[in-house]
């Protein structure tokens, strides 16, 4: 690869910020689009797991259903594209037999090989302490996926916002999601700025780095 500098780097992060206004004529271009879709599933998790779904709502009628439930958010329905991040309802033997399976056919191993693999999984995520909190621990997931789209974005010029003020039963519910197997953790909207959005050219607001970075 080519690496960017770091000057690319902080230019990026530095121009990022949750839009609140976005310009509703405008489209992320498919390629562009594919490329973001492509950074979600190369997102990193515990045990490489991925305990996560992606539902990218384009149909207007549910975004319009899904805004009043999203503090009446404009990002919702003006955005171009929205991401709704979801955990599946079970992690289980099924989920980590399947993830096993996986990992032999890409990497062209035998499912036995990966026995020590698969059963310190098993001991930590099904039956050890981590079980009593596996959706907790699967949301924590989705927050790694969610923070590495939204810096890609960034590195592609496409401006993002994360939804926290939504009502995740009444996502589920209008996307029915339970009936597929998940459930809402949070929401990300995608698409480029509008040019009346007050808050894309104030200053960002940071703690000194000295107050949040200690080396010891």
């Given at each position: 690869?080519?690496?960017?500098?770091?000057?690319?780097?902080?230019?990026?992060?530095?121009?990022?910020?949750?839009?609140k206004?976005?310009?509703?004529?405008k489209?992320?271009?498919?390629?562009?689009?594919?490329?973001?879709?492509?950074?979600?599933?190369?997102s990193?998790?515990?045990?490489?797991?991925?305990?996560?779904?992606?539902f990218v709502v384009?149909?207007?009628?549910?975004?319009?259903?899904?805004?009043?439930?999203?503090?009446?958010?404009?990002q919702?329905?003006?955005?171009?594209h929205?991401?709704v991040?979801?955990?599946?309802?079970?992690?289980?033997?099924?989920y980590?037999?399947?993830?096993?399976?996986?990992?032999?056919?890409?990497?062209?191993?035998?499912?036995?090989?990966?026995?020590?693999?698969?059963?310190?999984?098993?001991?930590?995520?099904?039956?050890?302490?981590?079980?009593?909190?596996?959706?907790?621990?699967?949301?924590?997931?989705?927050y790694?996926?969610?923070?590495?789209?939204?810096?890609s974005?960034?590195?592609?010029g496409?401006?993002t916002?994360p939804?926290?003020?939504?009502?995740?039963?009444?996502?589920?519910?209008?996307?029915?999601l339970?009936?597929?197997?998940f459930?809402?953790?949070v929401?990300?909207a995608?698409?480029?700025r509008?040019?009346?959005?007050?808050?894309?050219t104030?200053?960002?607001?940071?703690?000194?780095?000295?107050?949040l970075?200690?080396?010891l």
């Amino acid at each position: 690869m080519n690496p960017i500098t770091t000057d690319q780097l902080l230019a990026a992060q530095a121009w990022r910020y949750a839009t609140k206004q976005f310009d509703a004529s405008k489209t992320i271009p498919a390629p562009v689009w594919q490329a973001l879709e492509d950074s979600l599933v190369l997102s990193p998790s515990s045990y490489g797991l991925q305990p996560w779904q992606f539902f990218v709502v384009t149909n207007p009628d549910l975004r319009a259903k899904l805004r009043p439930h999203s503090w009446n958010q404009t990002q919702v329905t003006d955005a171009s594209h929205l991401v709704v991040f979801a955990i599946p309802d079970k992690v289980d033997v099924p989920y980590m037999e399947k993830y096993v399976a996986r990992i032999a056919e890409v990497r062209s191993v035998t499912i036995e090989s990966l026995g020590f693999y698969r059963d310190m999984m098993m001991a930590d995520v099904i039956a050890g302490p981590r079980q009593a909190w596996v959706n907790e621990w699967a949301a924590r997931q989705v927050y790694i996926a969610l923070g590495n789209f939204m810096t890609s974005a960034a590195l592609v010029g496409v401006d993002t916002c994360p939804l926290e003020g939504i009502d995740p039963r009444e996502y589920d519910a209008i996307l029915d999601l339970p009936a597929k197997g998940f459930n809402t953790i949070v929401a990300c909207a995608a698409g480029y700025r509008s040019a009346d959005d007050k808050y894309a050219t104030l200053p960002k607001v940071r703690f000194e780095k000295s107050d949040l970075v200690r080396h010891l």
